[in-house]
């Protein structure tokens, strides 16, 4: 971590209302976030929405992700960041990329251009590119380790949060994938009426989340982020 760049205990964060439905009535999860740090788990009691709040700011929560958030994920698994951690989120990723190409090509004839939202360290869209090889493959990733990483390998990726992304006003996608990274997002609504304003007519947006309800009430702490 980067002390000066990035102070949890100093960051400055705001009340917000439910993303979904806009109501400020809620049920509280949790105080505490898995690694420990003071967050503030929230459900809607109107649309069952959860989300952190209050939350770090835009800004703060930008910093999070570029200079605190491998760090952070590492405590959370309770070990050190290891080595060649980049290498095997990569290879692990890819593997699941290829079989997400497999599905998708007995499915949809799949080309153009493919955006992955989250794209970490670049594993996906290269498993997606390896099934897919005429597919223009492009991710974007908050944190700096991993969208660098990503780069190095070949796959376009631009270091930005998803609310500060600006795609080229002529481009359209044909798939946008967001895997296991919705619930990282500040306003998954805008991503969605996002999305569809920018995928081709017959593109496709393509989803992977995690399912709440069958989850121990031990995983209520939840990691400092909207879910």
């Not at 009691?45 to 760090?71: A, H, Q, S, V, W």
């Not at 969208?147 to 002529?170: C, I, M, P, R, Y």
Request: contains cysteine; hydrophobic residues 35%; charged residues 30%.
């Amino acid at each position: 971590m980067d002390q000066e760049k990035f102070d949890y205990y100093k960051a400055k964060f705001e009340n917000i209302s439910c993303n979904l439905c806009g109501r400020n009535d809620f049920f509280v999860l949790a105080e505490k976030s898995v690694s420990g740090l003071p967050v503030r788990t929230c459900l809607c009691k109107n649309c069952g929405m959860i989300y952190i709040n209050p939350r770090l700011t835009k800004e703060e929560y930008d910093n999070y992700y570029k200079y605190f958030y491998r760090k952070d994920r590492a405590e959370i698994k309770k070990h050190e960041i290891r080595s060649d951690a980049l290498e095997r989120n990569f290879e692990n990723a890819r593997k699941f990329g290829r079989s997400l190409g497999e599905i998708l090509s007995q499915k949809a004839a799949i080309k153009g251009d493919v955006l992955d939202v989250g794209s970490s360290t670049g594993g996906i869209l290269r498993g997606l590119k390896d099934v897919l090889p005429e597919i223009d493959v492009f991710g974007i990733e908050p944190s700096i380790e991993e969208s660098d990483f990503a780069n190095q390998k070949g796959v376009k990726t631009e270091t930005t949060l998803f609310e500060n992304f600006n795609a080229k006003k002529s481009r359209r996608f044909a798939a946008i994938f967001c895997i296991q990274s919705l619930n990282h997002l500040l306003d998954p609504k805008k991503f969605f009426d996002w999305c569809f304003e920018n995928l081709e007519p017959e593109g496709c947006l393509v989803l992977a989340v995690k399912n709440f309800r069958p989850m121990p009430p031990s995983r209520f702490r939840l990691a400092g982020r909207a879910s």
